[in-house]
T-cell receptor, first 115, second 117 residues
Framework: AQKVTQAQTEISVVEKEDVTLDCVYE???????LFWYKQPPSGELVFLIR??????QNEISGRYSWNFQKSTSSFNFTITASQVVDSAVYFC????????????FGTGTKLQVIP | GAGVSQSPRYKVAKRGQDVALRCDPI?????LFWYQQALGQGPEFLTY????????KSGLPSDRFFAERPEGSVSTLKIQRTQQEDSAVYLC???????????????FGNGTRLTVT
């Protein structure tokens, strides 16, 4: 069975601080995908990133960066110089690589960026 | 063009009523998913369609839940004899993926917030 754990329920930071959202996953699959989604108050889940389990290179996209460590089954997400618009609930998720991409989500981390 | 569209945005139903939730996926998307998101929780898988075929309905909580996608585009999630525990946001997602193609990300709609009183 697949499982995604986001131990941080809520985080508050002051604008311009850096913040890291933790994600730990469990799967028996040898090939899988990891995702991060953002859910602003409007409710729509916005896709941020997908990583293949074979690719452990860290990735940076603007103020966002992701640290994938297979050895610790973690896929952490860092926002640098946070902004008020980053306030949202962030979900880490996992799916097997084959088949039809049935995605298992974590319980989410609510990030509040205070101006 | 447009993203995944869901209607209604909000639905209030009295316990015991039937409801129907609609999802218009992105045009050309083969895969369609329904998820249920309870307050303060992550989305949980309900069912999956590949075109018009419902290939996985393992997440449907009970036989009161029924989903269809008769022409391989628009999908409807129907809940019969609604109960208070059915109150949640119901999210629809679509993607280009089919088993023979590279997995593409899921694109989600804004969801339908169902409140059963």
């Amino acid at each position: 069975a697949q499982k995604v754990t986001q131990a941080q329920t809520e985080i508050s930071v002051v604008e311009k601080e850096d913040v890291t959202l933790d994600c730990v996953y469990e799967t028996r699959d040898t090939t899988y995908y990891l995702f991060w989604y953002k859910q602003p108050p409007s409710g729509e889940l916005v896709f941020l990133i997908r990583r293949n389990s074979f690719d452990e290179q860290n990735e940076i996209s603007g103020r966002y960066s992701w640290n994938f460590q297979k050895s610790t089954s973690s896929f952490n997400f860092t926002i640098t110089a946070s902004q008020v618009v980053d306030s949202a609930v962030y979900f880490c998720a996992l799916s097997e690589a084959g088949g039809y991409q049935k995605v298992t989500f974590g319980t989410g981390t609510k990030l509040q960026v205070i101006p | 063009g447009a993203g995944v569209s869901q209607s209604p945005r909000y639905k209030v139903a009295k316990r015991g009523q039937d409801v129907a939730l609609r999802c218009d996926p992105i045009s050309g998307h083969v895969s369609l998913f329904w998820y249920q998101q309870a307050l303060g929780q992550g989305p949980e898988f309900l069912t999956y369609f590949q075109n018009e075929a419902q290939l996985d309905k393992s997440g449907l909580p009970s036989d009161r839940f029924f989903a269809e996608r008769p022409e391989g585009s628009v999908s409807t999630l129907k809940i019969q004899r609604t109960q208070q525990e059915d109150s949640a946001v119901y999210l629809c997602a679509s993607s280009l993926s089919s088993p023979s193609s590279y997995n593409s990300p899921l694109h989600f709609g804004n969801g339908t917030r169902l409140t059963v009183t």
